[in-house]
Nanobody, 128 residues
Framework: QVQLVESGGGLVQAGGSLRLSCAASGRTFSRYNMGWFRRAPGKEREFVAAIRWSGGNTYYADSVKGRFTISRDNAKNTVYLQMSSLKPEDTAVYYC?????????????????????WGQGTQVTVSS
């Protein structure tokens, strides 16, 4: 079993930056693909970014491409989401999730159902 704990959320002005962290328990973290999702008030949970277990492949939603960067440090069992040029529409609860493998097609990494474990979320609020 994997336990995930997010941190780093907060209130920031538009144009600002935040770095989210997701600390994972367990010795097999380096074998897991990791993803970030978010849920804004009144909206469905949506994919933000994902990274393969090796760190060699990263994926982003079009809405954050060029502004957000996902990375991981397997030695620290941690995955990060660096968010820059934040916009009010980025306001949401951000969740990290882990997946042993992606199945279900080329874009499986965008699907919440592809992930096995989830963190409790961290709130990000961007003021205009």
């Amino acid at each position: 079993q994997v336990q995930l704990v997010e941190s780093g959320g907060g209130l920031v002005q538009a144009g600002g930056s935040l770095r989210l962290s997701c600390a994972a328990s367990g010795r097999t973290f380096s074998r897991y693909n990791m993803g970030w999702f978010r849920r804004a008030p009144g909206k469905e949970r949506e994919f933000v970014a994902a990274i393969r277990w090796s760190g060699g492949n990263t994926y982003y939603a079009d809405s954050v491409k060029g502004r957000f960067t996902i990375s991981r440090d397997n030695a620290k069992n941690t995955v990060y989401l660096q968010m820059s040029s934040l916009k009010p529409e980025d306001t949401a609860v951000y969740y990290c999730a882990s997946a042993q493998t992606y199945t279900g097609g080329s874009y499986a990494y965008t699907l919440p159902s592809a992930y096995d474990y989830w963190g409790q979320g961290t709130q990000v609020t961007v003021s205009s």
